[in-house]
């Protein structure tokens, strides 16, 4: 499986669904830089190290988004409301 590709296609899935499926932007630098931003807030809340994220280039949008991967945070069993990153517009998996 092709993950990025995997990941767009659910992202689409949303976009039909609704206006805006996530936070996008228009550089990845700058989707790296929330990104960055945002992992440290969820570590805070979450009572964790860290949570992993990667950017990705839409090209449906010709935007950059940020997903954020919750694998260890829930394997971990880590405090915090889990949608704590969706519920702000971030597409998590």
């Known amino acids: 499986m092709d993950f990025i590709t995997e990941t767009r296609k659910a992202i689409m899935q949303r976009a039909a669904e609704t206006k805006n499926p996530c936070r996008m932007y228009k550089s990845k630098d700058k989707a790296d830089s929330v990104a960055q931003e945002m992992s440290a807030k969820a570590a805070k809340h979450f009572g964790a190290d860290t949570v992993r994220y990667t950017v990705i ?37």
């Not at 090209?59 to 915090?80: C, Q, V, W």
């Open 57 to 93: 280039y839409l090209p449906e949008f010709n935007k950059y988004t940020s997903i954020f991967d919750m694998t260890l945070i829930i394997a971990r069993g880590h405090g915090g409301n889990i949608s704590f990153l969706a519920e702000k517009g971030f597409f998590c998996y």
